[in-house]
Protein backbone atom coordinates (compact mmCIF):
# COMPACT_ATOMS: atom_id res chain seq x y z
CA UNK A 1 0.00 0.00 0.00
CA UNK A 2 1.14 3.25 -0.53
CA UNK A 3 1.84 5.67 1.59
CA UNK A 4 0.39 9.00 1.55
CA UNK A 5 2.15 12.61 2.44
CA UNK A 6 0.57 15.43 3.45
CA UNK A 7 0.45 18.13 0.52
CA UNK A 8 -0.35 20.97 2.69
CA UNK A 9 2.35 23.22 4.87
CA UNK A 10 2.00 26.07 6.95
CA UNK A 11 5.52 28.45 6.84
CA UNK A 12 6.18 31.78 7.17
CA UNK A 13 2.67 33.11 6.99
CA UNK A 14 2.59 30.94 4.01
CA UNK A 15 0.40 27.82 3.71
CA UNK A 16 1.91 26.08 0.73
CA UNK A 17 -0.13 23.36 -1.38
CA UNK A 18 1.73 20.78 -3.24
CA UNK A 19 0.18 20.05 -6.46
CA UNK A 20 2.77 18.08 -7.74
CA UNK A 21 6.04 16.89 -5.54
CA UNK A 22 9.15 16.14 -8.16
CA UNK A 23 8.56 12.08 -7.69
CA UNK A 24 4.85 13.06 -9.19
CA UNK A 25 6.67 14.57 -12.36
CA UNK A 26 9.63 12.42 -12.93
CA UNK A 27 11.73 14.27 -10.17
CA UNK A 28 11.48 17.13 -13.05
CA UNK A 29 9.69 19.79 -10.91
CA UNK A 30 7.24 20.70 -8.13
CA UNK A 31 3.95 22.52 -8.09
CA UNK A 32 3.10 24.86 -5.54
CA UNK A 33 0.22 27.27 -4.55
CA UNK A 34 1.17 29.37 -2.20
CA UNK A 35 -1.61 31.34 -0.15
CA UNK A 36 0.17 34.47 1.63
CA UNK A 37 -0.85 36.97 4.62
CA UNK A 38 -0.65 40.26 4.46
CA UNK A 39 2.80 41.39 5.07
CA UNK A 40 3.89 37.85 4.74
CA UNK A 41 6.66 35.97 2.48
CA UNK A 42 9.66 34.49 1.75
CA UNK A 43 12.65 36.52 3.69
CA UNK A 44 15.42 36.84 1.38
CA UNK A 45 17.22 33.83 0.04
CA UNK A 46 19.71 32.10 -2.87
CA UNK A 47 20.15 28.81 -3.91
CA UNK A 48 22.18 27.41 -7.05
CA UNK A 49 20.64 24.24 -9.27
CA UNK A 50 17.06 25.19 -8.58
CA UNK A 51 14.88 27.29 -11.49
CA UNK A 52 11.92 29.02 -9.30
CA UNK A 53 9.34 30.72 -11.18
CA UNK A 54 6.33 32.72 -9.79
CA UNK A 55 2.87 33.27 -11.28
CA UNK A 56 0.59 35.58 -9.25
CA UNK A 57 -2.89 34.17 -9.11
CA UNK A 58 -4.26 36.14 -6.65
CA UNK A 59 -3.83 39.99 -4.52
CA UNK A 60 -0.42 41.81 -4.72
CA UNK A 61 2.83 41.03 -3.92
CA UNK A 62 6.48 42.66 -3.59
CA UNK A 63 9.10 40.79 -5.33
CA UNK A 64 12.99 41.22 -4.92
CA UNK A 65 15.02 39.73 -7.54
CA UNK A 66 18.91 40.29 -7.63
CA UNK A 67 18.14 43.82 -6.17
CA UNK A 68 15.51 44.80 -7.99
CA UNK A 69 12.21 45.50 -6.40
CA UNK A 70 8.83 44.54 -8.37
CA UNK A 71 5.71 45.31 -7.69
CA UNK A 72 3.46 42.50 -9.15
CA UNK A 73 -0.10 41.58 -9.18
CA UNK A 74 -2.81 39.11 -10.41
CA UNK A 75 -1.80 37.88 -13.75
CA UNK A 76 1.66 39.02 -13.56
CA UNK A 77 4.62 36.52 -13.87
CA UNK A 78 7.66 36.72 -12.12
CA UNK A 79 11.11 34.55 -12.96
CA UNK A 80 13.97 34.26 -10.87
CA UNK A 81 17.24 33.25 -12.31
CA UNK A 82 19.25 30.02 -11.43
CA UNK A 83 21.54 31.22 -7.80
CA UNK A 84 19.65 34.98 -7.54
CA UNK A 85 19.22 36.09 -4.17
CA UNK A 86 15.09 36.84 -4.03
CA UNK A 87 12.48 37.53 -1.79
CA UNK A 88 8.74 38.42 -1.90
CA UNK A 89 5.87 40.50 0.47
CA UNK A 90 2.04 39.99 -0.21
CA UNK A 91 1.54 43.95 0.05
CA UNK A 92 -2.23 44.10 -0.51
CA UNK A 93 -4.59 43.89 2.17
CA UNK A 94 -6.05 40.21 1.86
CA UNK A 95 -4.18 37.27 1.26
CA UNK A 96 -2.37 36.39 -1.78
CA UNK A 97 -1.91 33.58 -4.27
CA UNK A 98 0.85 32.36 -6.08
CA UNK A 99 1.74 29.63 -8.08
CA UNK A 100 5.10 28.32 -8.17
CA UNK A 101 7.17 26.15 -10.33
CA UNK A 102 10.72 24.82 -8.95
CA UNK A 103 12.83 22.66 -11.10
CA UNK A 104 13.94 20.05 -10.52
CA UNK A 105 12.16 20.69 -7.12
CA UNK A 106 13.78 18.07 -4.85
CA UNK A 107 15.17 21.45 -2.97
CA UNK A 108 11.73 22.99 -2.18
CA UNK A 109 10.50 19.66 -1.34
CA UNK A 110 13.00 19.21 1.67
CA UNK A 111 12.86 22.61 2.60
CA UNK A 112 9.08 23.51 2.71
CA UNK A 113 7.89 19.97 3.75
CA UNK A 114 11.25 19.71 6.78
CA UNK A 115 10.52 23.47 7.80
CA UNK A 116 6.35 23.88 7.59
CA UNK A 117 4.38 22.57 9.79
CA UNK A 118 2.15 19.93 7.76
CA UNK A 119 -1.42 20.66 7.70
CA UNK A 120 -4.66 18.76 7.59
CA UNK A 121 -5.26 18.08 4.02
CA UNK A 122 -8.61 20.53 4.12
CA UNK A 123 -7.09 23.21 5.26
CA UNK A 124 -7.77 26.33 3.02
CA UNK A 125 -6.96 29.55 5.27
CA UNK A 126 -3.58 30.38 6.85
CA UNK A 127 -3.26 29.51 10.45
CA UNK A 128 -2.34 31.94 12.67
CA UNK A 129 1.27 30.84 14.11
CA UNK A 130 1.55 29.64 17.72
CA UNK A 131 4.86 31.16 18.31
CA UNK A 132 8.13 32.32 16.30
CA UNK A 133 9.68 29.86 14.01
CA UNK A 134 12.29 28.14 15.22
CA UNK A 135 15.27 30.41 12.66
CA UNK A 136 18.69 28.26 13.53
CA UNK A 137 16.88 24.89 12.85
CA UNK A 138 15.24 26.42 9.49
CA UNK A 139 18.43 28.12 8.52
CA UNK A 140 20.11 24.79 9.45
CA UNK A 141 18.14 22.96 7.24
CA UNK A 142 18.30 25.21 4.32
CA UNK A 143 22.41 25.31 4.99
CA UNK A 144 22.12 20.84 4.53
CA UNK A 145 20.12 21.29 0.98
CA UNK A 146 22.04 23.91 -0.63
CA UNK A 147 20.01 26.89 -0.17
CA UNK A 148 21.46 30.30 1.91
CA UNK A 149 19.18 32.39 4.12
CA UNK A 150 20.24 36.25 4.07
CA UNK A 151 19.83 37.94 7.44
CA UNK A 152 17.89 41.37 6.31
CA UNK A 153 20.90 43.11 6.96
CA UNK A 154 22.57 41.49 4.19
CA UNK A 155 19.97 41.09 2.02
CA UNK A 156 20.99 43.87 -1.28
CA UNK A 157 18.45 46.83 -1.00
Given amino acids: MEQTRPRIYHLFGNL ?3 HAFPAETGDKYAIVEIKTAPGAGAPPNHHAGEE ?3 F ?4 EFEFMVD ?3 LGVRAGDFVKVPDGAVHAFTCKG ?3 GRLLCINAPGAMH ?4 TEAGEAMPDSTTEIPEP ?6 PAIVALADRIGMTILAPDHAPT
Fill in 56 to 59: VLEG
Fill in 93 to 95: PQA
Fill in 109 to 112: DTFF
Fill in 52 to 54: ESF
Fill in 130 to 135: DGPPDI
Fill in 67 to 69: GQT
Fill in 16 to 18: LTF
